[in-house]
Nanobody, 128 residues
Framework: EVQLVESGGGLVQAGGSLRLSCAAS????????IGWFRQAPGKEREGVSC????????YYADSVKGRFTISSDNAKNTVYLQMDSLKPEDTAVYYC?????????????????????WGKGTLVTVSS
């Protein structure tokens, strides 16, 4: 059974930091690209960042470049999202998702409907 379990969300003040984790199981981690997406109230789900578990190539949405860092620990089948300099507009439910195309980040970060598996999400709230 495929599982993606997010953790690390919470309430933080603007300018603060959080680190999200996505623990994956049930599939061959190295064959997948893992992405972080977010959905704020009343808005569509958007891609935040993506990493190829095979070669660690990374992609970021323009809105988070320079503030967020994605990384993976293949030994633990876990992907992290380090979020620094958080802004109130980063408030959203953050989802981890996986797609069986290890080099597909450049496409899927903008096409979340194509992801194969999703976690249940973790809420990030940034207060002003």
């Amino acid at each position: 059974e495929v599982q993606l379990v997010e953790s690390g969300g919470g309430l933080v003040q603007a300018g603060g930091s959080l680190r999200l984790s996505c623990a994956a199981s049930g599939f061959t981690f190295d064959d997948y690209a893992i992405g972080w997406f977010r959905q704020a109230p009343g808005k569509e789900r958007e891609g935040v960042s993506c990493i190829s578990a095979r070669d660690s190539n990374t992609y970021y949405a323009d809105s988070v470049k320079g503030r967020f860092t994605i990384s993976s620990d293949n030994a633990k089948n876990t992907v992290y999202l380090q979020m620094d300099s958080l802004k109130p507009e980063d408030t959203a439910v953050y989802y981890c998702a996986a797609v069986g195309d290890a080099i597909g980040c450049y496409y899927y970060i903008n096409h979340p409907g194509g992801m194969d598996y999703w976690g249940k999400g973790t809420l990030v709230t940034v207060s002003s």
